[in-house]
Protein backbone atom coordinates (compact mmCIF):
# COMPACT_ATOMS: atom_id res chain seq x y z
CA UNK A 1 0.00 0.00 0.00
CA UNK A 2 1.25 3.73 -0.27
CA UNK A 3 0.71 5.84 2.21
CA UNK A 4 1.77 8.77 0.92
CA UNK A 5 3.89 10.13 -1.90
CA UNK A 6 6.05 13.31 -1.75
CA UNK A 7 7.43 15.09 -4.84
CA UNK A 8 7.27 18.02 -7.70
CA UNK A 9 4.03 18.87 -9.58
CA UNK A 10 4.41 18.23 -13.58
CA UNK A 11 0.67 18.29 -14.62
CA UNK A 12 -2.97 19.02 -12.81
CA UNK A 13 -6.15 19.22 -14.33
CA UNK A 14 -8.57 18.68 -12.26
CA UNK A 15 -9.64 15.87 -10.94
CA UNK A 16 -6.25 14.52 -12.16
CA UNK A 17 -2.65 15.57 -11.03
CA UNK A 18 0.80 13.88 -12.31
CA UNK A 19 3.58 14.14 -9.32
CA UNK A 20 6.94 13.28 -10.48
CA UNK A 21 8.54 11.09 -7.10
CA UNK A 22 12.41 10.50 -7.71
CA UNK A 23 11.71 10.71 -11.67
CA UNK A 24 8.48 8.20 -11.59
CA UNK A 25 5.23 9.79 -12.82
CA UNK A 26 2.12 8.96 -10.60
CA UNK A 27 -1.14 9.98 -11.61
CA UNK A 28 -3.53 10.63 -8.48
CA UNK A 29 -7.14 11.60 -8.57
CA UNK A 30 -7.64 14.32 -6.31
CA UNK A 31 -11.05 16.34 -4.57
CA UNK A 32 -10.90 20.21 -5.46
CA UNK A 33 -10.00 20.78 -1.58
CA UNK A 34 -6.60 19.17 -2.51
CA UNK A 35 -6.32 21.25 -5.70
CA UNK A 36 -7.32 24.49 -3.43
CA UNK A 37 -3.86 23.91 -1.54
CA UNK A 38 -1.96 23.18 -5.06
CA UNK A 39 0.80 25.86 -6.66
CA UNK A 40 1.75 25.96 -9.92
CA UNK A 41 3.64 22.74 -11.84
CA UNK A 42 7.40 23.06 -10.61
CA UNK A 43 5.80 23.35 -6.43
CA UNK A 44 6.84 20.60 -4.46
CA UNK A 45 3.70 18.84 -2.40
CA UNK A 46 2.87 15.97 -0.16
CA UNK A 47 -0.12 13.62 -1.21
CA UNK A 48 -1.80 11.09 1.42
CA UNK A 49 -2.71 8.68 -0.91
CA UNK A 50 -5.87 5.48 -1.27
CA UNK A 51 -5.11 2.72 -4.25
CA UNK A 52 -8.41 1.77 -5.16
CA UNK A 53 -7.81 -1.74 -7.07
CA UNK A 54 -10.75 -3.13 -9.53
CA UNK A 55 -10.91 -5.87 -12.25
CA UNK A 56 -10.13 -3.10 -15.05
CA UNK A 57 -7.75 -0.40 -13.26
CA UNK A 58 -5.60 0.90 -10.34
CA UNK A 59 -6.60 4.26 -8.96
CA UNK A 60 -4.66 6.16 -6.99
CA UNK A 61 -6.32 8.76 -4.79
CA UNK A 62 -4.73 11.62 -3.60
CA UNK A 63 -5.79 14.27 -0.66
CA UNK A 64 -3.73 17.11 1.60
CA UNK A 65 -4.65 15.68 4.74
CA UNK A 66 -5.10 12.41 6.51
CA UNK A 67 -8.46 13.58 7.93
CA UNK A 68 -9.60 13.91 3.88
CA UNK A 69 -8.61 10.72 3.21
CA UNK A 70 -10.16 8.47 6.22
CA UNK A 71 -13.07 10.20 5.19
CA UNK A 72 -13.28 9.02 2.00
CA UNK A 73 -12.09 5.70 2.80
CA UNK A 74 -15.18 5.70 5.41
CA UNK A 75 -17.23 7.33 2.39
CA UNK A 76 -16.61 4.46 0.05
CA UNK A 77 -17.73 1.55 2.14
CA UNK A 78 -21.18 2.67 2.59
CA UNK A 79 -23.40 0.79 -0.07
CA UNK A 80 -23.60 2.59 -3.33
CA UNK A 81 -20.71 5.16 -2.65
CA UNK A 82 -17.90 4.43 -4.85
CA UNK A 83 -14.71 5.85 -5.01
CA UNK A 84 -15.43 8.45 -7.73
CA UNK A 85 -18.93 9.62 -5.41
CA UNK A 86 -16.29 9.84 -2.67
CA UNK A 87 -14.10 12.11 -4.54
CA UNK A 88 -17.37 14.45 -5.47
CA UNK A 89 -18.21 14.62 -1.88
CA UNK A 90 -15.36 15.76 -0.55
CA UNK A 91 -15.21 18.17 -3.53
CA UNK A 92 -18.08 19.77 -2.93
CA UNK A 93 -17.90 19.89 0.65
CA UNK A 94 -14.95 20.26 4.24
CA UNK A 95 -14.39 17.59 6.60
CA UNK A 96 -16.24 19.47 9.37
CA UNK A 97 -19.01 20.52 6.81
CA UNK A 98 -19.53 16.53 6.31
CA UNK A 99 -19.41 15.60 9.58
CA UNK A 100 -21.57 18.60 11.10
CA UNK A 101 -24.04 17.62 7.74
CA UNK A 102 -23.88 13.78 9.87
CA UNK A 103 -24.34 14.92 13.46
CA UNK A 104 -27.35 17.10 12.66
CA UNK A 105 -29.33 14.61 10.25
CA UNK A 106 -28.81 17.37 7.70
CA UNK A 107 -29.72 15.93 4.45
CA UNK A 108 -30.83 19.01 2.66
CA UNK A 109 -26.68 19.85 1.99
CA UNK A 110 -26.07 16.38 0.93
CA UNK A 111 -28.59 16.14 -1.57
CA UNK A 112 -27.04 19.14 -3.36
CA UNK A 113 -24.17 17.54 -4.02
CA UNK A 114 -24.07 15.71 -7.28
CA UNK A 115 -25.20 12.05 -7.26
CA UNK A 116 -26.85 12.24 -3.76
CA UNK A 117 -30.09 11.33 -3.58
CA UNK A 118 -32.25 11.41 -0.82
CA UNK A 119 -31.97 7.91 -0.25
CA UNK A 120 -27.82 8.25 -0.19
CA UNK A 121 -28.15 11.16 1.83
CA UNK A 122 -30.11 9.20 4.35
CA UNK A 123 -27.82 6.52 4.28
CA UNK A 124 -25.07 8.39 4.57
CA UNK A 125 -26.36 10.05 7.56
CA UNK A 126 -27.15 6.68 8.88
CA UNK A 127 -24.18 4.54 8.30
CA UNK A 128 -21.62 6.91 9.04
CA UNK A 129 -22.61 8.62 12.69
CA UNK A 130 -20.66 5.71 14.33
CA UNK A 131 -17.76 6.37 11.85
CA UNK A 132 -17.00 10.24 12.81
CA UNK A 133 -15.20 11.24 15.45
CA UNK A 134 -13.03 14.20 17.18
CA UNK A 135 -10.12 12.64 14.82
CA UNK A 136 -12.28 13.59 11.36
CA UNK A 137 -11.86 17.39 12.61
CA UNK A 138 -8.68 17.76 14.31
CA UNK A 139 -5.73 20.06 12.92
CA UNK A 140 -3.93 17.49 10.77
CA UNK A 141 -0.57 18.78 9.33
CA UNK A 142 1.28 16.26 6.77
CA UNK A 143 5.02 15.38 6.38
CA UNK A 144 5.47 18.08 3.91
CA UNK A 145 2.81 21.60 3.80
CA UNK A 146 1.69 21.69 0.19
CA UNK A 147 2.52 25.19 -1.07
CA UNK A 148 0.08 27.49 -2.43
CA UNK A 149 0.34 30.28 -5.34
CA UNK A 150 -1.37 33.24 -5.53
CA UNK A 151 -1.31 32.95 -9.43
CA UNK A 152 -4.01 32.74 -11.56
CA UNK A 153 -4.30 31.79 -15.19
CA UNK A 154 -4.78 35.15 -17.70
CA UNK A 155 -6.74 33.27 -20.22
CA UNK A 156 -9.96 33.32 -18.73
CA UNK A 157 -11.64 31.19 -21.54
CA UNK A 158 -9.62 28.32 -21.60
CA UNK A 159 -9.69 28.11 -17.39
CA UNK A 160 -13.27 28.15 -17.96
CA UNK A 161 -12.79 25.77 -20.43
CA UNK A 162 -10.95 23.54 -18.19
CA UNK A 163 -13.34 24.11 -15.03
CA UNK A 164 -16.32 22.93 -17.24
CA UNK A 165 -14.29 19.17 -17.92
CA UNK A 166 -13.42 19.31 -14.42
CA UNK A 167 -17.02 19.21 -12.86
CA UNK A 168 -18.16 17.25 -15.52
CA UNK A 169 -15.58 14.54 -14.26
CA UNK A 170 -17.31 15.35 -10.79
CA UNK A 171 -20.50 14.14 -11.82
CA UNK A 172 -22.24 16.88 -13.01
CA UNK A 173 -24.49 16.86 -15.91
CA UNK A 174 -23.18 18.97 -18.61
CA UNK A 175 -26.72 21.40 -18.99
CA UNK A 176 -26.25 21.83 -14.84
CA UNK A 177 -22.53 23.02 -15.57
CA UNK A 178 -22.94 25.73 -17.89
CA UNK A 179 -26.17 27.01 -16.03
CA UNK A 180 -23.80 26.95 -13.13
CA UNK A 181 -20.83 28.78 -14.98
CA UNK A 182 -23.11 31.50 -16.15
CA UNK A 183 -24.08 32.26 -12.96
CA UNK A 184 -20.75 33.14 -11.83
CA UNK A 185 -17.92 36.02 -12.58
CA UNK A 186 -15.09 33.95 -14.29
CA UNK A 187 -12.99 36.56 -15.38
CA UNK A 188 -9.90 36.48 -14.07
CA UNK A 189 -9.74 33.76 -12.20
CA UNK A 190 -8.11 30.26 -12.79
CA UNK A 191 -9.53 26.94 -13.07
CA UNK A 192 -9.75 26.06 -9.59
CA UNK A 193 -10.93 29.48 -8.51
CA UNK A 194 -13.92 28.81 -10.78
CA UNK A 195 -14.23 25.18 -9.65
CA UNK A 196 -14.17 26.70 -6.18
CA UNK A 197 -16.62 29.94 -6.87
CA UNK A 198 -19.33 27.75 -8.23
CA UNK A 199 -19.59 24.89 -5.90
CA UNK A 200 -19.82 27.51 -3.22
CA UNK A 201 -22.80 29.35 -5.02
CA UNK A 202 -24.11 25.58 -5.59
CA UNK A 203 -23.63 25.19 -1.96
Known amino acids: MIGFLRGTLVYKQPPLL ?26 ELTLFTHLAVSDSAHTL ?84 EPQTDGQTDGNSRQAEGEAYGALIALGYKPAEVSRMLKNVETDGLSTEDIIRTVLKAAS
Open 61 to 144: YGFSSRSERRLFRALIKVSGVGPRLGLTILSGISVDGFARCVQFEDTATLVKLPGIGKKTAERLVIEMRDKLDDDFTAADPGPG
Open 18 to 43: LLDVGGVGYEVNAPMTTFYELGNAGS
